[in-house]
């Protein structure tokens, strides 16, 4: 089965900047698609960004412009670059792989 490792999480101030990274395991990363998700406490799991096979992205509403969802097929890895970091983003995010593969989920945490 399929397995993704999430890093580059942490704790960073409003209007600061952050990367996530997920690499999978497997075989079938570059013809799947990609997405990171987020659950903030005591709210449901949200899309944030969403990534095809092809490169094409779509993104969660009021984020788009902010994050930027982005691959490398050759490392078998996803990117999400965040940009003007509010409070609010505050949550646990999550790497999936379409349809049924979930990362463990790393914490972001933007406070002063």
């Known amino acids: 089965q399929v397995q993704l490792v999430e890093s580059g999480g942490g704790l960073v101030q409003p209007g600061g900047s952050l990367r996530l990274s997920c690499a999978a395991s497997?075989?079938?990363?570059?013809?799947?698609?990609m997405g990171w998700y987020r659950q903030a406490p005591g709210k449901e799991r949200e899309l944030v960004a969403i990534i095809t096979s092809l490169g094409n992205t779509d993104y969660g509403d009021s984020l788009k412009g902010r994050f930027t969802i982005s691959r490398d097929n050759a490392k078998n890895t996803v990117y999400l670059q965040m940009n003007s970091l509010k409070p609010e983003d505050t949550a646990v995010y999550y790497c999936?792989?379409?349809?049924?593969?979930w990362g463990q989920g790393t914490q972001v945490t933007v406070s002063s």
């Open positions: 999936r792989l379409f349809p049924s593969s």
């Open positions: 497997g075989s079938i990363f570059s013809t799947s698609a």
